[in-house]
Nanobody
């Protein structure tokens, strides 16, 4: 059974940085496509960054240039480094795995089979 556990969220000032982690069990980050999503209160869940098994990386326009997704095969963990944080980055950040859609759907929530519980990020101005 696949299990995803996020950590690293918290409070930050505008312009600051946070590094989120997603510990994976029951699957290998070397062979599973992974992604980070976020959901703010009252808003739709949106894709932030994705990582395919062939190391194709995609970012949403909202975080492009400020975010970096990576994987650590030794610890079976996926990371999301967020820099130059903005108040609009405030959201619950969730890890997802096992992509099963078309290439154009890499940041689509419907295309992933497994989800973590999320880690909260709050950015103050």
């Amino acid at each position: 059974q696949v299990r995803l556990v996020e950590s690293g969220g918290g409070s930050a000032q505008s312009g600051g940085s946070l590094r989120l982690s997603c510990a994976v069990s029951g699957a290998s980050v070397k062979t599973a496509s992974m992604a980070w999503f976020r959901q703010a209160p009252g808003k739709e869940r949106e894709g932030v960054a994705s990582f395919s098994v062939v190391q194709t990386i995609e970012y949403s326009d909202a975080v492009k240039g400020r975010a970096s997704i990576s994987r650590d095969i030794a610890s079976n963990t996926v990371h999301l480094q967020m820099n130059s944080l903005k108040p609009e980055d405030t959201a619950m950040y969730l890890c997802a795995s096992h992509f099963r859609g078309a290439e154009s759907e890499r940041l689509s929530r419907a295309a992933y089979s497994y989800w973590g519980q999320g880690t909260q990020v709050t950015v103050s101005s």
